[in-house]
C-alpha cells in the first residue's frame, strides 16, 4: 500500500482537516493545526508530505522518526502540529487496513470509557455559575473555567477577589463533589499565582492548569509547596523531551499534552506512559474538533494514568459550527452519566462527513487569537 494523494481542508471554526488517500482506497483524517496558526501550519503540513508520497503508511514510526530528525530544525508549535495531524492520519489508515480500532494496536484498552468535561467559560464569557449549572443538569461531573481576565506581574486584590467570587459562584451552583477545573491559561506571572493558588485552594479545585506559562515551569516549585492541590500543565508542551525535565523536577499532578500538537497518537501515547513511571496523571488538551478528540480517546483507552478527557462541543468558538456536524455517526460521542465510550470503528473509531468538510472548506476561517492588553497599553498575556 502507498500514499498517493492528500488534501488540507481548512474549516470553520477555527480547524485544519488532513485527508491521505492510498492506492487501495483507504483514507485516513488528521487535524493538524495550532489555533490562530491553521495557514501556517498548512504550508508545514505540505512541506512534510512531500516525503510521504509513494511511502507505505503502515510504517509509522519511521516516518515519525524521518519529519522529526531529518529536519535538523525540531520541534515547537508549528512543526509538532503538522506531524500530529499527519500521524492521525496514517493511524486512521492503519486501523482501517487491519479492521480494527487504534487502540486494538496500541495493546488494547485499558477502560471501556474515560470521564469528560466541559469548559463553562470564566473570563469573556463569565456568568460560570449558571454554565456550570446547565453544564452539570446536562449530566457532566466536571467542568473547567479560566480563573482570571488579564493580570500583571504584580495586579491589585481587587483583581483576586474576582477570581474568588467567580470560583465561589461556580461551587454554590453545583455540589460539593463535581471537579472544578481552574485554568489560569498562562495569563497569570508567578507573584499572581501563589496568591491566587492559595487563595482558591478552599474551594477545593480539581486542578490548577497552566498557573504559570511553560517557559517559566521552575515557578511550580514554589506553587506547588504552597498548596495541596494538583497542579496540571502541558498544553503547549510539544515532545517527550519537553516534558522530560518537567516529570524528573516533580511540581506536576497531571499533564495536559494535546494530541494535535504534541506529535499526534505516536508520541503522546509515550508521553503518557513517561508520566505514569512519575505517578501523574495525564488529562490530554484538546479544545479542537472531532478528529483530536478521537485519537484522544483512543490513547485514553490504552493509558492506566489518563483520568478525564477534555471535549469541546458547545464550547463558545464553536457557534455555528461544532463536532458533530462534521462526523456520520452522531452518537460516537454520546456523554453518559459524565463519561463518553472508547469509540470501537476501525481507525480513529469515526467516519468524517467529507461532503459537509468540502462545503465547509469553501467558506473556510481566517481565525486568530484576540489579542489584549492592560490598561497602560502593554499587551498581555491571553
Known amino acids: 500500500m502507498k500514499i498517493t494523494n492528500y488534501e488540507l481542508f481548512q474549516i470553520p471554526p477555527r480547524w485544519l482537516f488532513l485527508k491521505i488517500d492510498t492506492d487501495e482506497g483507504i483514507t485516513g483524517w488528521g487535524e493538524p493545526v495550532v489555533e490562530g496558526r491553521a495557514a501556517t501550519v498548512k504550508t508545514a503540513v505540505e512541506e512534510l508530505m512531500e516525503y510521504l508520497i509513494d511511502k507505505d503508511p503502515l510504517s509509522i514510526e519511521d516516518h515519525w522518526n524521518v519529519m522529526y530528525r531529518s529536519g535538523f530544525y525540531r520541534g515547537g508549535p508549528i512543526l509538532m502540529s503538522a506531524i500530529s495531524g499527519i500521524d492521525q492520519a496514517l493511524w486512521d489508515i492503519k486501523g482501517k487496513y487491519y479492521g480494527q480500532p487504534v487502540h486494538q494496536l496500541l495493546g488494547g484498552k485499558a477502560r471501556e470509557s474515560i470521564k469528560v468535561y466541559s469548559w463553562i467559560g470564566g473570563d469573556r464569557p463569565y456568568d460560570v455559575g449558571n454554565n456550570a449549572k446547565e453544564v452539570v443538569e446536562r449530566g457532566f461531573k466536571a467542568v473547567k473555567m479560566n ?38 491559561h498562562g495569563r497569570v506571572h508567578k507573584p499572581m499565582a501563589k496568591i491566587l493558588a492559595k487563595e482558591i485552594e478552599s474551594f477545593r479545585p480539581m486542578f490548577i492548569e497552566e498557573p504559570v506559562l511553560p517557559e517559566n515551569n521552575e515557578a511550580l516549585r514554589e506553587i506547588a509547596s504552597l498548596v495541596s492541590t494538583p497542579i496540571a500543565t502541558g498544553e503547549r508542551m510539544y515532545s517527550k523531551w519537553d516534558f522530560k525535565r518537567l516529570l524528573v523536577d516533580g511540581y506536576v499532578d497531571i499533564i495536559q499534552p494535546d494530541l494535535s500538537h504534541a506529535g499526534g497518537i505516536t508520541e503522546c501515547k509515550k508521553i503518557l506512559s513517561m508520566a505514569e513511571a512519575f505517578d501523574v496523571a495525564a488529562a490530554p488538551h484538546c479544545p479542537l474538533g472531532p478528529i483530536a478528540l478521537a485519537a484522544c480517546l483512543q490513547v485514553d483507552a490504552t493509558c492506566h494514568n489518563a483520568f478525564i478527557q477534555e471535549q469541546s462541543l458547545d464550547i463558545h468558538y464553536n457557534q455555528g459550527s461544532d463536532l458533530l456536524d462534521y462526523i456520520m455517526e452522531k452518537n460516537v460521542f454520546t456523554y453518559k452519566d459524565g463519561y463518553v465510550k472508547i469509540p470501537n470503528g476501525p481507525g480513529l473509531g469515526i467516519e468524517i462527513n467529507e461532503s459537509h468538510v468540502r462545503k465547509m472548506a469553501d467558506i473556510s476561517h481566517n481565525w486568530h487569537n484576540p489579542v489584549w492588553r492592560h490598561k497602560d497599553g502593554s499587551v498581555a498575556e491571553w
Not at 481576565?149 to 454554590?172: F, N, P, T
Open 147 to 184: 480563573g482570571t481576565e488579564e493580570l500583571q506581574y504584580v495586579d491589585s486584590h481587587e483583581k483576586v477577589e474576582q477570581v474568588i467570587e467567580r470560583v465561589a459562584a461556580v461551587r454554590e451552583a453545583v455540589c460539593p463533589y463535581v471537579g472544578i477545573g481552574i485554568d489560569f
